[in-house]
């Protein structure tokens, strides 16, 4: 409902400029085939009494204004009112008294309808009793009991629409009788109808929210009834129009009589309608819909136990129409939930990848209906029935993404994506599963063109009146036009129900859990390749001091990192380290490639360069999409002359006890896996005293922080550190918070006293 602080004041002349924030709840006055009191409740005063008291019941408003409510209705009268409110809280239960009321020296039956308001205040609204008389609550039954035994025995939702039409125009005896129906956007559809055979048909008609505003709507939540007698009436106003004692005009929502906004009343007489009835179906306290009455012969007024009755019995459509829509949502939810088990449960094999899991028997489009589905998960893409282009597909992922969702759907990818060519025959609408590292599901639907049939264009919603014969004044009033008005609806899919987002939503939990169960046999199966490959112990060569440390990345995530140290032959010392590109099994796997072939070189007898450029050919030919950066050093132990080559991997550092580290004097040369490289050679030699070491990129980067700040640190840690190990490096460079793995290799070259 529209925010109080969002309508206009009341007495504000009301135009469809301003109609949606019109205060319908307190219009001033109410409709003249009743009378409406404001009494006080702990004295019974008339504090408001509707102008017309005097046409209806004789009485001058300045006899009643004030007084006593028997002032109004007469001492015994007001009597039976007191006893009724003193004894009942839930007064509705108890309407309507029947009082017999002097008016003008003769008595008359009066139905007399109370409410009591939180204010202390009682509406007590008097209406010329018609009908079978006593009322009570079992006529009301008696006269709906063999409609509500058809209710009760159809099976269908609209089987229970045209039963209740039909009831309620035998009833009340309105000319037509609509059941009409909202969508998720309060858009109307008249569903099921009982007319007069010369009337034109309105069922099937769409009627756009507009009609009905928000704070309208909000009403008949409250207010399960509403009637107009005649639309022609003329309003009778509250006397006085505030009451003094809340300073507050009176708020009339569950008044029978309450006057109706003036837009609504003209949207009527366009419609050539001289009297309305309209009864609330709720689901969850929350408005369904209505059914609709209107009377086209003049003025309609039934007598209230036909409208208890009506009200009644639209009460029990609200809860067959509950209970029926929530048994059709419930086989619809039971045969998506057995499919959906069956493909959950394919997925649970880790020996078959999911992505081929998901589109075996059942697949995805058995759980969510759609022309096509295109899956990429854990590497592999896989599509199933119809689909867009890469491109087009890219764009879908990255719109889901941008709404945050981890579920996202769209009926019209036009409207979501106005700047991508789509083509509505493959992709109108999509429903997106937005999976944990770039891994997604997505359903594509093509366009189904829908023709609604409108009552009116409700796109032309109002008409200019000239008030003046200057032309000047003008002011918008509602259409005057409800002829039948097909409207073609392009670019758009079958919508995405709440069932199946339902189910996508379930999927992509279970996917997600599946995954991390994979991710982690994977990370534990990579984590022992990778251990299993690293060296069990390393050479211990006179002289020299020679240290690693391998770290793997926080969270456990396993990456390619490598390092090795072996004594050729000929008594020299081969130093290695390297990082290959990824993470988890498939990175550790082509580790092991690289690491065991580049190990067969160098102890064949290649030099540093020779022995990279050996290694390139072989990754470019045997091993696929392999990418890694590699540092090789051999070093002759007597003199310490060090050959070495460098493969894109950051450079070394010299360390001196005495004075700063200083990158050492290499060359660098492109990674493994590029085309057309010459692995160049270097050369240079580690004095007594000084060290090498050698460490990959996951000491050195983190995240927000820039990779020559975390160098210019490791510098001024290694400086003067003296005769340090790898596993200390690590800890001085806190890499246990790292994102990627740590390796760190130490050599150096202790001082010989000469003798």
Known sequence: ?????????????????NCAREPIHIPGSIQPRGVLAVVRESDFEVRQVSANVDDLLARPVDAVLGRHLSALMGADQAARVEGVVSAYRDLRRRNPVECVIDVGGEPREFDVILHREPNGMLLVELEIAYGERPYSYPNTYQAVRSSVEELNRVDTLFELYDASARAVRDLTGFDRVMVYRYDDSYNGEVVAESKRDDLNPFL???????????QARALYEKNWLRLISDVNYTPARLVPAVDPAIGAPADLTYATLRSVSPIHIEYLQNMGVHASMSISLLRHGRLWG??????????HLPPFGARAAAEFLGSTLSLRLVDQFEEDQLNKRLDTQAVLAKLMAATIDDRAPIAAALLGGPDLLDVVPADGVVVNIQGERQVLGTVPPPAVVSAVIDWARGAGDEVASSECLSDSLPDIELDPQVAAGALVLDLPDGQHAVWFRREVLRSVDWGGDPHNKAIAISEGLDGREVRLSPRKSFDRWREIVRRRSQPWTAIESEAAEALRRHLVESLYSRTRGELRMAETLQRSLLPQSIPTPDNWQLSAHYEPAAGGRVGGDWYDAFELRDGRLIVL???????????AGTMAQLRNALRAYLFAGSTPAEALNHLNDFSLNMVSRAFATVLAARVDLSTGHVDAACAGHLMPYLVDSGSA????????????????????????????????????????????QAIDDRLDRLAAVLAGAGDVTASWISEAMESADADDDVTVVTLRRRSVPSI
């Open 290 to 299: 209505l059914i609709a009455c209107h009377h086209y012969s003049g003025p």
């Open 577 to 587: 380290i390297g990082d290959v590109a990824g993470h988890g099994i498939t990175a």
């Open 204 to 214: 099937g008609l769409h009627y756009p929210s507009t009609d009905i505003p928000a």
């Open 661 to 704: 580290a200083v990158p050492a004097p290499l060359r660098l040369s492109p990674p493994i896996g590029v085309r057309g490289v010459d692995y160049a050679p270097s050369t240079f030699t580690v004095e007594q005293g000084t060290g090498l070491v050698m460490f990959s990129d996951g000491l050195v980067e983190r995240r927000g």
């Open 1 to 17: 409902m529209t925010n109080p602080e969002d309508l206009v004041p009341p007495g504000t002349t009301i135009d469809l400029d």
